[in-house]
């Protein structure tokens, strides 16, 4: 078949920009190009910027903060804004092609931003005039800075931005987890071992793997996170400590950006995504909140009655080079019917209902979290927080912690047999937040979350669950009676040590026992300490060996449903102990002898790579001049710093992970450290695209303090935005 117009568009594109060489900028030059004259302001406004180009905002009133909040996004990460605002409009075929109208199909019929109308109706006003004054900053980038290298490459154009526009990309990060989920397993639903994989999903903790997604559009959705807090009574500060580390697609540039800001309303440091203008991680001078994901099940698949009215809606997509595409939508009362799409179609018509369909306003409820003075604060700015479902950590200076669910969740007693359900009046009164699980300042000492189940007797949550060797490892570490300070904290934040692991290297090595000739493999691993680090020939062994095992004696018909389903290693190992012995034992030969091999010459990081690179890296001829870096990486699927991959032994790429990170002492208000995997700036060329790389594999980190002299005497760089006529 002949290349469509929509190629031959990229390629003429791609073939301008092998001739323009990408200039390298420094902070100072980057900071020249803020249209700092002529800004939507009512008075000026100082940002002083440290050497990775991390700001601090220091504004005189609450909207001239937003507005500036605006103009440092856009500067810094106008075209991953661009992009993702496009995603959630269901617009990405317009930038890259036909191959990406599937991402439009799925977002359009899903219709992600259904609520947006309302969600702006209801807003208060404090948050509208917060949100449009955001809106302007952006727009006087757009109107007055430099177009970024991607605006020419994919041919972006440029489009004002409204409040509604953010409300929609707060509501695609903000959907739910299990729709990636569901997106893959949904085609085994024909098979006859339906039942058993439902249960096998729904009852085995899944480990948090990334192969490569069909959906780009829902990476976001791959959502992880460790978050703890220590409380003052076990720190040497006497102020609580907290680390957060969220994890998420591993790329360039990276999917947060750091900030700190002060005005008469808002004074917080952390971190944001790019486009959103509320803190999502960080710390005020009295408070700091961390979270993970909670799983949360806040969708229904709902069976669709026969003979059922269906009302229709017609959308439009526009594509690269092609006539636009007509996509018609079915409707039902409980929401969009999927099953006209390919990874749902089936004999049934199954629509999808979503608690993101009804107005939540998650913006005005974190920026009151960034506002919060204490625990009864914190709680009430969450008190009517939707989606998506968060384990949402707390830890104050005065030494108290503590631990909420931030969710609204349909009312169900019991996981459903089927991944399609009946229509359930449990969505018509949800469980009231107090039935929800909460903990504060617990006799222990902490508090941790790290995307495991929860324990009984919550409410049923959620059906798809991270394993528990995480939050085991939290309770491990932080349990004792010593005082904790930051140090401790950043060792936590690197721990690279996998508890199961060594119950698989036990059962192993058991079996080893019978093959000789494997005596010194056996002793490298009996010797093993269960640390994931790159120069570790013991968990490259452990590893090629579990992935022959799993490859050679469990049936490829339930590695395939397995692995579909982000990867169950727990079912996996379960199957490889319960394989014949024969089998097992010819599997683990070749396993070992592979193994015995490998760990010859190399150690776990030669085949664990950490490859750091901007989008534009997957693209061909010119795809290699934004792919910055590939290095040996620590860690594994599920260590606290987590890198995870797949199951082999293979040179792989950990393309899932922790890709940032937050440690503050509450009894010291300057003592807040962050550090991004890669850099501040999403400017190509720029000296900070990637600078805290080294920083993250040595664990440093980068202060933001929250005194604002402080900020004056070590922040090098200040610009000052000045207000049009």
């Known amino acids: 078949m002949l290349p469509g117009r929509d190629t031959w568009t990229l390629a003429w594109r791609l073939a301008r920009d092998l001739v323009r060489p990408v200039k390298r900028l420094s902070v100072a030059q980057r900071l020249a190009m803020i249209p700092a004259s002529g800004a939507p302001l009512s008075r000026p406004v100082t940002v002083w910027f440290d050497e990775h180009q991390i700001p601090f905002i220091e504004a005189e009133s609450d909207e001239d903060l937003a507005v500036t909040l605006g103009i440092v996004h856009a500067h810094l990460r106008l075209a991953q804004m661009e992009v993702m605002r496009r995603a959630s409009q269901g617009r990405v075929a317009e930038l890259a092609g036909r191959r990406a109208s599937m991402i439009d199909r799925l977002v359009r019929t899903f219709d992600v931003t259904r609520a947006v109308p309302q969600i702006l109706a209801q807003m208060p006003e404090t948050t509208r005039a917060w949100l449009d004054g955001f809106v302007r900053g952006i727009n006087h980038v757009l109107d007055h800075g430099a177009p970024p290298r991607e605006f020419r490459l994919l041919g972006i154009q440029k489009e004002y931005w409204t409040a509604a526009g953010v409300v929609a990309l707060g509501r695609l990060v903000s959907a739910d987890v299990n729709w990636l989920i569901w997106l893959r397993i949904f085609r085994f639903r024909e098979r006859a071992d339906w039942p058993r994989l439902w249960r096998d999903f729904c009852t085995a903790d899944m480990l948090s793997i990334a192969p490569d997604e069909p959906d780009p559009a829902f990476a976001a959705l791959r959502s992880g996170s460790n978050s703890f807090a220590v409380a003052g009574s076990r720190t040497e500060s006497g102020g609580a400590l907290i680390g957060s580390d969220p994890h998420l697609s591993i790329t360039l540039p990276n999917s947060w950006l750091l900030a700190g800001m002060k005005s008469p309303s808002h004074h917080a440091v952390g971190m944001m995504i790019p486009g959103l203008p509320f803190i999502a991680l960080g710390r005020n001078p009295s408070i700091a909140w961390g979270g993970t994901n909670l799983h949360a099940a806040s969708s229904d698949l709902v069976l669709v009655p026969k003979r059922q009215s269906l009302r229709v809606r017609e959308e439009r997509i526009a594509v690269l080079g092609q006539p636009p595409v007509a996509l018609r939508v079915r409707e039902s009362e409980w929401g969009p019917v999927i099953s006209d799409l390919p990874p749902f179609q089936g004999r049934e018509t199954v629509a999808l209902r979503w608690m993101g369909h009804r107005p939540s306003d998650e913006i005005t409820a974190m920026l009151r979290v960034g506002q919060a003075r204490n ?213 683990l ?32 001829v010119v795809g290699h001049r934004y792919r910055i870096f590939d290095l040996p990486a620590d860690g594994s699927s599920e260590t606290l710093l987590k890198t995870a991959h797949g199951m082999t032994a293979g040179r792989h790429r950990a393309s899932y992970g922790s890709v940032s990170r937050h440690v503050s002492d509450l009894g010291d208000p300057d003592a807040n450290w962050f550090a991004l995997l890669g850099g501040q700036d999403g400017w190509i060329g720029s000296s900070t695209f990637a600078d805290q790389v080294q920083l993250w594999r040595r664990s440093e980190y980068v202060r933001i303090p929250t005194r604002i002299g402080t900020v004056r005497n070590s922040f090098p760089h200040r610009i000052i935005l000045r207000p049009g006529a």
């Open 589 to 620: 030969h070749r396993g070992a002898g592979e193994a015995a091999r490998n760990i010859k010459t190399t150690g776990w990081g030669a085949r664990h790579r950490l490859v750091l690179q901007h989008p534009l890296g997957n693209l061909p």
């Open 375 to 587: 625990w009864t604060e914190f709680r009430a700015a969450l008190s009517n927080y939707a989606v998506p479902g968060l384990e949402m950590v707390f830890a104050a200076a005065s030494g108290e912690i503590g631990k909420i669910t931030a969710a609204t969740l349909p009312r169900r007693n019991v996981t459903p047999e089927d991944i399609v359900v009946a229509p359930s009046p449990g969505w018509a009164s949800p469980w009231p937040v107090e039935t929800l699980p909460m903990e504060f300042c617990p006799e222990k000492g902490f508090v941790a979350s790290a995307n495991a189940r929860q324990a009984p007797p919550a409410p049923l949550i959620g059906y798809h669950f991270s394993p528990p060797v995480r939050i085991r490892r939290f309770a491990e570490l932080l349990r004792g009676s010593q005082a904790l300070s930051l140090p401790d904290v950043f060792r936590i934040q690197a721990d690279v040590h996998c508890a199961n692991a060594l119950r698989e290297r036990d059962v192993i090595c058991v079996w080893l026992a019978g093959l000789p000739q494997y005596d010194m493999l056996r002793q490298t691993l009996l010797e093993w300490n269960g640390d994931y680090r790159q120069d570790s020939k013991a968990a490259l062994a452990h590893e090629t060996i579990v992935a022959r095992l799993a490859c050679d004696v469990v049936p490829k018909h339930l590695r395939e449903a397995w692995d579909a389903s982000w990867g169950t290693r727990i079912l996996l190992w379960r199957a490889v102990q319960s394989a014949p012995e024969p089998a097992r034992r010819e599997a």
